[in-house]
């Protein structure tokens, strides 16, 4: 079984910065591929990024290429999402989300094996 929990999320300035945090429980953390996502109070759930198993592939949505950027540590089960430049319109609960394959996570209908509870951040103007 394999548990995720995000941490970091809270309420920024326009222009600041956050640095979220998704703890793996299991044992077979680098055997999975990771995401962040969000999803804002009355819209769909929404891919931000993703990472493969090893950390040498990522993949950004172009809603925050440049911005933000994914890392994961795999002796730390730890999988981060650093985020600069934040605007209002980031303002959303984030979450992070494991399978085994980054196809998975980076398509719709984004059928992760594994989803965190959730951390929200709140972006004011």
């Known amino acids: 079984q394999v548990q995720l929990v995000e941490s970091g999320g809270g309420l920024v300035q326009t222009g600041g910065s956050l640095r979220l945090s998704c703890a793996v429980s299991g044992r077979t953390f680098s055997s999975y591929a990771m995401g962040w996502f969000r999803q804002a109070p009355g819209k769909e759930r929404e891919l931000l990024a993703a990472?493969?198993?090893?950390?040498?592939?990522?993949y950004y949505e172009d809603s925050v290429r440049g911005r933000f950027t994914i890392s994961r540590d795999n002796a730390k089960k730890t999988v981060y999402l650093q985020m600069n430049s934040l605007k209002p319109e980031d303002t959303a609960v984030y979450y992070c989300a494991a399978d085994r394959t980054i196809v998975v996570i980076i398509s719709p209908p984004y059928a992760c094996d594994y989803w965190g509870q959730g951390t929200p951040v709140t972006v004011s103007s």
């Open positions: 990472v493969s198993w090893s950390g040498n592939n990522t």
